[in-house]
């Protein structure tokens, strides 16, 4: 059965750091994966998307996402942050098998402080 | 373009009702799917609905029930209401379901006392 695990509930960080969300993901197919974002009462964002092709994905607002197939990970990084990107991230995958219904993980909620 | 809309915004229940939420999608997306959000179990798939069809369904009970009109405007029902039925609930809309991931809508916020 397809999971989705991220590794770090809540995650401190100064603004103007750089950061890493971990997320990793078990499934018997091929996958498709997502960040997304949510800021306090709102619904989620979509940040970036892998589909296929090149394992580095760029998204929106500085974040970026490696896929590594092989350690079947999709961590999330941004070089540095800025205190508006504090919110929850959710990471998720879909397959076939799920009928390509979005398989969310727990959450991690980063917070930056000056 | 205009977003994926639910209405309402937040509603107040009392056991034993029932509910409607509505979501209308992002114009010339087919697909829309339902999620619920808590605080223990996260976010959950309730099911999708593409071409007025359910075409995937999560793990819930039959209380949970939706529907897609031509227009692609999709509600959704929960009837006898329990406490733990009280989640954001949020709808999502795509072209086709599949690879060109999701948007969402701002949810629903059903609080049932």
């Known amino acids: 059965a397809q999971s989705v695990t991220q590794l770090d509930s809540q995650v401190p960080v100064f603004e103007e750091a750089p950061v890493e969300l971990r997320c990793n993901y078990s499934?018997?197919?091929?996958?498709?994966l997502f960040w997304y974002v949510q800021y306090p009462n709102q619904g989620l964002q979509l940040l970036l998307k892998?589909?296929?092709?090149?394992?580095l994905v760029k998204g929106i607002n500085g974040f970026e996402a490696e896929f590594n197939k092989s350690q079947t990970s999709f961590h999330l990084r941004k070089p540095s942050v800025h205190i508006s990107d504090t919110a929850e991230y959710f990471c998720a995958v879909s397959d076939i098998n799920s009928g390509y219904a979005l398989n969310f993980g727990k959450g991690t909620s980063l917070l930056v402080t000056p | 373009k205009a977003g994926v809309t639910q209405t309402p915004r937040y509603l107040i229940k009392t056991r034993g009702q029932q509910v409607t939420l509505s979501c209308s999608p992002i114009?010339?997306?087919?697909?829309v799917s339902w999620y619920q959000q808590t605080p223990g179990q996260g976010l959950q798939f309730l099911f999708e609905?593409?071409?007025?069809?359910?075409?995937n369904k999560g793990n819930f009970p039959g209380r949970f029930s939706g529907r897609q009109f031509s227009n692609s405007r999709s509600e959704m029902n929960v009837s006898t209401l329990e406490l733990g039925d009280s989640a954001l609930y949020l709808c999502a809309s795509s072209f086709d379901g599949q690879s060109n991931g999701y948007t969402f809508g701002s949810g629903t916020r059903l609080t049932v006392v």
């Open positions: 892998y589909l296929s092709g090149s394992t």
């Open positions: 499934s018997s197919v091929s996958v498709y």
């Open positions: 609905y593409f071409s007025e069809t359910q075409r």
């Open positions: 114009s010339g997306h087919r697909s």
